[in-house]
């Protein structure tokens, strides 16, 4: 089963600064997704970014990029210019079985991130 | 277009009492789930439904138990409330089914804005 690991309970950041979420995960396969979704205290769930696993460039979304080592198995994100807005519970999730699997998401745990004015 | 929208917000059982979570999407979403989120364990899934008409297990099961009733309508049903149910239950939605054959295609799944239940 695949299990994905953030181990970073809790971080904070100045505004305008850079921080980057860690996370790693373990899978057998090959084919994959990866997520970072973004949970603001309204409980939402939005989705920030995604790479796919057979694409080694990284994925960037504006302010937010990925340092995807496939090899590794991590997947970190980094905000630049950190914003108050970027409060919020981050969690990294997994989603494999693409081949005649299923389409589940495996999240980790979360970061509670908090940008300070 | 709501997206996916879940009912009610909020609520509050008794143990051994019973209820039923509704969520519903307009997208035409073939792919429907329930996740519960728990303090410090992030989201997992309690069960899936890859079509109108068929359900899966997720990875915590047990204590709940679910309906497709059309394309648009998948509820979340607790027989018998306890106090490990407390959570805050997400309903999401994808595009396409999962379990095609050869698929490699990713569904971003949309989701809905949660119910609190506590259990007391």
């Known amino acids: 089963a695949q299990t994905v690991t953030q181990s970073q309970p809790e971080m904070s950041v100045q505004e305008a600064e850079t921080v980057t979420l860690s996370c790693t995960y373990d899978t057998s396969e090959s084919n994959y997704y990866l997520f970072w979704y973004k949970q603001p205290p309204s409980r939402q769930m939005i989705l920030v970014i995604r790479?796919?696993?057979?694409?080694?460039q990284n994925a960037t979304e504006n302010r937010f990029s990925v340092n995807f080592q496939k090899a590794a198995k991590s997947f970190s994100l980094k905000i630049s210019d950190s914003q108050l807005g970027d409060t919020a519970m981050y969690f990294c999730a997994f989603m494999g079985g693409l081949r005649g699997g299923s389409e589940k998401l495996v999240f980790g745990k979360g970061t509670k991130l908090t940008v300070n004015p | 277009n709501a997206g996916v929208t879940q009912t009610p917000k909020f609520q509050v059982l008794k143990t051994g009492q019973s209820m039923t979570l509704q969520c519903a999407q307009d997208m035409n979403h073939n792919s429907m789930y329930w996740y519960r989120q728990d303090p410090g364990m992030g989201l997992r899934l309690i069960y899936y439904?890859?079509?109108?008409?068929?359900?899966d297990k997720g990875e915590v099961p047990n204590g709940y138990n679910v309906s497709r009733l059309n394309k648009r309508e998948f509820s979340l049903r607790l027989e018998s409330a306890a106090p490990s149910q407390t959570s805050v239950y997400f309903c999401?939605?994808?595009?396409?089914?999962?379990?095609?054959?050869?698929?490699?295609?990713?569904?971003?799944?949309?989701f809905g804005p949660g119910t609190r239940l506590t259990v007391l």
């Open positions: 439904s890859a079509s109108e008409g068929t359900t």
């Open positions: 999401a939605s994808s595009e396409a089914s999962p379990g095609l054959a050869g698929s490699s295609s990713y569904n971003e799944q949309f």
């Open positions: 790479q796919e696993a057979y694409k080694q």
